[in-house]
């Protein structure tokens, strides 16, 4: 690439150094012109230098003033050069702000009319527009402006440059913007045209013919710019000098532009994530000069692979394709392919196919870079790729790649980057990995490997700087004395088995930055010697063990570090930082004390804070709302005492807020009202009173908020239900709230656990319940509920609920229950029928209630249901049978009600024992003790109606009746017949009653 911009940008630099020479040449013996010293004397005057880049700008000969140049004949600045050469970068960000220019751009630079070379690119001007008047440079062949900070509509007075061969303008967050190509049509000599990252989706659909206008156009840069529409035609085609072009990241969903195989100039073609969709053409292979071809992540595009890359391919080293292709053996010149990010599946390519193709014996013998990470590739890993001999970046991640790693890649000698993580990889690390001297990147984290790691595993990895083995099984089994050959950078082996004394050999290692021993079976305390090198760390993470002891007050680490020490048995005060740091985790430990009250001093720029889980006392600093950048705060599950500081209001990008189960008292702040940003929102096992302050209405991104158990009252607050679109927990649970539930809940749209148990709510139960969009449907993707995520830390998302009369806490599935709990309340009217349209819900507790009425027939529709309790109610009528076919319910409770009937007992209702039936005097059958009188197991036809029990009992006392008349007549009329049966009759009586007194 280098190459290409020297050939595209030859005369302009030439120029440069000429006047460079020019200027260097004269030795002072020329001055600037009194009107050039003038104007930059003002153009410096308008200008903010923080770091006194311009210290130079001094005497009357700006021809030796810093970035200036002038001619060599006429002495006349022809160059302004004020780049900054230390802007921003993501890998070293404490160079922030260095080097950088603000403030205003004068109009007295047009003064200097003979200027053709402007450069203010990469500085801080602060949103300013760039200024109108530079299309009044008529001598300008040079302008670049990108990434300087300027804002707003790019000048169409620039298209007065007739002379400017190269223009960039590219910008950051689509802060400038173009309304119209029209004005580009003037820049006759254009070769050079970079607008990424502009606003672009105004200039309307005809923007490719007028750029078609530009015939010397060498380069063309127009990444992310909101480009769409169709740009698959082009007649006739005038790039004829184009070796660049780069739309990518675009939106045209359209078809493939082939036009592009008409330019047999073209030498770079990124076309990646544009939407382009059909068949990349196969003349695309026979551009003869194309080194590099990017077609990544457009996923509608197609290809014959067998005649693609049966293609010349003559200069191509770098490939990033949206399709794997089945051979690419044959492609003898190709350094780097790349197919990452792609929706690629299937089992790794046999690139060995073709390799006849080539002069050498070796296939691919140019191939040093083979990235296929993050696709959806399934099988082993290829022994074959051991005999890529010249491959030095091989990378595989996040695939679904499984069995053992090869041995055969400890043969890759070139290799400086390996990268296997995320995958199912099994087995353990073959030993030849320790011969890999020139290895850097070795990352084998979050697989299923397994086994003990020796020093031969590490026995030549000198110049390795990042290990990532996190998330496996190792077992590392070394000498105590042990002295790595490396001196590691980055170390991640969480998860790993280091323990259980502290690994002694990490006192070695002076380069570290980056520690990651979480979850490692250490259970020590840290030794002295790793403070002294721990000044250097930018992360510190020692969750997840056994650590023990006090820690050094303040702890030694790098500035703007992340410090994890979660999860230990660490005691004593809360320690903090020497230095400022931006993540803080102490929490599930045993500190004790106060919260230090200059924590917003030592921390200024805190964003992620954790001391939940501990033994701290005494009120929360009111000098936390110094601490703007927090987007986290938990300070849960301690001994915390006193109110809420209102100046927590002021955190206003605070993600989640957690400081339940305290003894915090007191009102609740209506200040914290301005956090338009919180989503997770815990008060909740407190002891504060008072109602819900009607600033809280502001708080429009929360998806939750839990202020249960305290001692809250007041009327239910009725606007909850407009304005909270992403709500999915609401939990008033154990307060005194009073007053009836509105109609309008239901705007709730996100709702999936509503729990207001244990209030003196009254009135019915709102029928529009029924209409609570995210409880009508299953939900079946689980989301993890993570707030203010900050460098793989994050606020994780919990909550107890009443789940078959006990409470459980749910954290990892959380996102998957629905649940309404209006339990123990004062709530009347029937049972309302429209709740069983809530066909995902999970639990359903209306208990302690006055609801009547039956229940309803249909309520089986309710198919997930696992937790059903109606109990102490009102409802009467019969059990729908229908209720055998729920086989999700594992716990029920009808009881004390005025329920009737047979119980249905069948199906799922058979799991269920009499304490779920028992309080309902006119309940019977199984599992209940008390029988059905008929035996029938229709309790619809032999219990419905009561006048069948007074049919049988009328007939009972007249069959009584006949048989004691009967009795009576029947010997009487006998008797009647012969005396000497009378008198052996009456004889027979008195023989037996003298024997009965005898007795």
Known sequence: MERLQVYILFLVILHSIA???????????????????EALVDFKNGLNDPENRLSSWQGKDCCKWRGIGCSNTTGSVIKI???????????DVTRYGFWNLSGEIRPSLVKIQSLRYLDLSLNAFGGILIPRFLGSLKNLEYLNLSKAGFFGTIPPTLGNLSHLQYLDVSSEFSALTVESFQWLTDLVSLKYLSMNQVELSMVGSNWLKMLNQLPQLTELHLSTCGLSGSISYLTPVNFTSLAVIDLSFNSFNSMFPSWLVNISTLEYIDLSNCGFRGRIPL????????????LALNNNLSANCLELFGGSWEQIEVLDLGEIPSTIGGLCNLISFDLSGNNLTGSLPEILEGMEKCDSKRPLPSLMNLRLSSNSLVGKIPEWLGQLKNLQQLGLASNFLEGPIPASLGKLHNLTNLGLSGNQLNGTLPESFGQLSELSVLDFSSNFLTGTLSEVHFKNLRKVKILDL?????????????????????????????????????????????????????????????????????LLNCSFNQLNGNLPNPLS????????????????????????????????????????????????????????????????????????????IDLSNNKLTGSIPSSIGECSYLKALDLGSNNLSGSVPSSLGQLSQLQSFHLNDNKFSGGIPFSWKNLSSLETLDLGNNKLSGKFPS????????????????????????????????????????????????????????????????????????RGIYYEESLGVNLKNQFQKYTKTLSLLTSIDLSRNNFNGAFPVELTKLHGLIVLNLSGNQISGQIPENISSLHQLASLDLSSNMLSGVIPSNMESMSFLSYLNFSSNNLSGMVPYKGQMTTFTESAFEGNPHLCGAPLLVLCKNGNSDNRTVLENDSSGEFHDRWFYVSVGLGFITGILVPYSILLVRKTWRRAYFNFLDRLIDRIFLV
């Not at 020329?30 to 009107?35: F, G, P, Q, R, T």
């Not at 050069?81 to 890998?91: K, R, W």
């Not at 102490?586 to 500190?591: P, R, T």
């Open 19 to 37: 006047v460079e020479f020019a200027c260097k040449a004269q030795n002072g013996a020329s001055n600037c012109s009194a009107n050039d010293l």
């Open 81 to 91: 050069d004020l780049h900054n050469p230390f802007p921003v970068s993501s890998a």
């Open 283 to 294: 003349g695309i292979s026979e551009i003869p000069r194309l080194r590099y071809l990017n």
């Open 470 to 538: 996190s998330s496996n099984s190792f077992t590392l089994n070394v000498n105590p004395n042990w002295i790595p050959p490396f001196q590691i950078r980055n170390l991640d082996m969480g998860s790993c088995h280091l323990g259980p004394s502290f690994p002694t050999w990490l006192k070695s290692q002076k380069e570290l930055r980056f520690l990651d021993i979480s979850n490692a079976s250490i259970s020590d305390s840290i030794p002295g010697w790793f403070w002294e090198i721990s000044s250097n760390l930018s």
């Open 557 to 632: 680490v790098f500035p703007f570090a992340d410090v994890d020490l979660s999860s230990n048995l660490f005691k004593g005060t809360v320690p903090l930082p020497s230095v400022p740091v931006e993540l803080l985790d102490l929490s599930n430990n045993k500190f004790q004390g106060l919260i230090p009250q200059n924590i917003s001093e030592v921390m200024p720029d805190l964003i992620f804070l954790s001391l939940s889980g501990n033994e701290i006392l005494g009120e929360i600093p009111a000098t936390i709302g110094k601490m703007t950048l927090l987007q986290v």
């Open 719 to 790: 606007w909850i239900s407009d304005g909270f679109p992403n709500l999915r927990i609401f939990r008033l649970r154990s307060n005194s709230f009073s007053g009836e539930l509105p109609l309008e809940i239901s705007n709730l749209s996100s709702l999936q656990v509503l729990d207001l148990a244990e209030n003196n709510l009254t009135g019915t139960v709102p029928t529009s319940l029924g209409d609570l969009k995210a409880m009508v449907q299953e939900q079946k993707v689980n989301e993890y509920l993570l707030y203010g995520k900050y």
